[in-house]
């Protein structure tokens, strides 16, 4: 007779709940009031790109420094070929 499998007792991080171990980024094309506080309603960490670059900043100067630290880009513009392989080799996912 085969042993009965113990359940796990670790949290599963695929709630909402689990929303706080992220920072997300809004781009200028994805920031919104609305959007920033639903996702800080969940318990996100939300960064906009007005806080941290120019308004017209350079999509290769502040995606680096985006990706480095991590964060989540939400973003409403498409990414060129270029800009895609670039990200991928900064440690970001585009989808």
């Given at each position: 007779m085969a042993a009965k499998r113990k359940k796990s007792t670790t949290r599963s991080d695929?709630?909402?709940?689990?929303?706080?171990?992220?920072?997300?980024f809004l781009d200028r094309a994805s920031e919104s009031k609305t959007l920033r506080e639903a996702l800080k309603s969940?318990?996100?960490?939300?960064?906009?790109?007005?806080?941290?670059?120019?308004?017209?900043?350079d999509d290769p100067?502040?995606?680096?420094?985006?990706?480095?630290?991590?964060?989540?880009?939400?973003?409403?513009?498409?990414?060129n070929e270029l800009e895609s392989r670039r990200l991928e080799t900064l440690g970001g996912e585009h989808f």
């Open positions: 695929t709630s909402l709940e689990s929303l706080d171990l992220y920072t997300f969940q318990g996100a960490h939300v960064e906009l790109h007005c806080e941290h670059f120019k308004d017209d900043e100067i502040w995606l680096p420094e985006v990706c480095q630290k991590g964060w989540v880009i939400i973003s409403h513009d498409q990414f």
